[in-house]
């Protein structure tokens, strides 16, 4: 599990001091991160609060065990394609070409598997593989040729759109067997009881233990460290919060598969930003990219690691789209999903200037999206609306971003 959430590393080095010390010295640490312009997740999980509770308000099935399953199985396709975008605002640049992608993606599923018989699983690689193709044919034409990657991928956008219709053929639309694996995965497929809440003790136990490695680590190195009994706290507020939720899904259908797999996706990209130094690497990148050369760093090969991964997760997420409708047609990946998973990536608080932000931005940026769509569709209110809320949610959460920049900026010149 993340550090995300956890409080700084600010607390006693010495692991006999008395925790309510290591808690005040969280307390101001994160006191003073936010004088400094880094605001973490506050204004995404406040934001998310408000909505839950207004939507509630005006509609009291919108907490409802069935429709948050729905909810959360919703965010999962845009959820992933997110965080590809994730990957490429880190360093700097920018993808508007994962819708297309996403709807090619899933055109050549469905061709391989319906119309010329191929095992779903050979399909989805074929289908993911030419996604990886086309994340390197990007970074070549980025680094070689210094082709803004903006120009690059909105000529992506339109050129394989066109692919994609071309796929289909004159049909336009191809349907996935409902007794398919694909999409009883998508559709059907949750996790039992006792396995559900065994993940929730599993992800609590995870936290606590690379809390606790990471906090050994900086008190062999003579660094401050949380204390054991932040540790322990935060690894049982995290469990109490995961039970809760497990019982209160599993009133309905329970956890969906999917759903599970887009944590695991997240969890696997939070660990390689924040625990490798290839995601060291790409923060400095996106940070400053001519210090990241000096310091020795492979630059290109940074940059063409954020495509290849932004063309990937952006293929995953349009299969699991199609398998999610069991169709695959001309709209798939149009209409808002290439906006939306920007937007997501952006409001979950990744910063568009590059070099802030992690895995956990997708996640809870589809989460506000996916809560505004579902909660304005309860109210019977057409599309309208929720692009006009969504809209100025994403400017509210540019305009955060751009003032804690300027925040930063300003406090470290002091």
């Known amino acids: ?34 004088r400094g312009g880094d605001l973490g997740v506050a204004p995404v999980v406040g934001g998310l ?51 297309s992608v996403s709807g090619l993606s899933a055109a050549v599923v469905a061709v391989l598997f319906v119309d010329h018989g191929w095992p779903s699983w050979l399909a989805i690689v074929a289908a993911v593989a030419l996604a990886v193709a086309l994340g390197w044919f990007y970074s070549k034409v980025f680094n070689r040729l210094g082709v ?39 559709q059907l497929d949750f996790l039992p009881p006792w396995l559900a809440y065994a993940l929730a ?18 008190r062999r190195a003579g660094l401050p460290a949380t204390t054991e009994r932040t540790l322990v706290l935060r690894s049982a507020a995290l469990l109490a919060g995961l039970v809760v939720a497990v019982w209160y899904l599993n009133r309905d259908r329970g956890v969906g598969w999917m759903f599970v797999l887009f944590l695991a996706l997240v969890l696997m990209t939070h660990y390689v930003l924040s625990r490798t130094k290839y995601g060291k690497s790409v923060y400095a990148v996106g940070g400053n990219v001519e210090a990241a050369r000096r310091a020795g760093i492979n ?32 709209s798939s990946g149009g209409g808002d999903v290439n906006l939306n998973a920007i937007a997501a990536a952006v409001i979950g608080g990744t910063s568009l200037f590059g070099g802030r932000g992690n895995a956990f931005a997708a996640l809870l940026g589809i989460l506000v999206i996916q809560s505004i769509s579902s909660g304005l569709t309860l109210l019977n209110l057409d599309s309208s609306y929720r692009f006009m809320v969504t809209g100025a949610v994403l400017l509210l959460a540019v305009a955060l971003d751009s003032v804690a920049r300027r925040s930063r900026a300003s406090h470290g010149r002091a």
């Open 148 to 186: 803004p990657s903006f120009v690059i991928t909105l000529a992506g956008l339109l050129g394989w759109l066109g692919v994609q219709l071309w796929v289909l053929g004159p049909k336009g639309s191809i349907n996935l067997p409902f007794d398919s694996r694909l999409v009883t995965f998508a």
């Open 201 to 218: 003790v599993a992800g609590a136990a995870g936290l606590y233990l690379t809390g606790h490695n990471r906090a050994v680590q900086r």
């Open 299 to 330: 630059v290109k090969t940074v940059y063409a690691s954020a495509f290849v991964m932004c063309t990937t997760l952006a293929a995953i997420g349009g299969i699991l789209a199609a398998a999610r409708l069991a169709a695959s047609n001309q």
């Open 49 to 99: 609060i408000v909505i839950w509770t207004v939507m509630q308000i005006l509609n009291p099935v919108f907490l409802s065990s069935a429709n948050l399953v729905n909810l959360a199985l919703e965010c999962v396709p845009v959820g992933v394609i997110a965080l590809g975008v994730v990957f490429m605002l880190l360093v700097g640049q920018i993808d508007l070409s994962v819708g």
């Open 1 to 34: 599990m993340s550090d995300l959430m956890a409080p700084p590393e600010t607390t006693t080095g010495l692991p006999g001091e008395p925790g309510d010390r290591g808690v005040r010295a969280a307390l101001a640490a994160a006191a003073d991160r936010v």
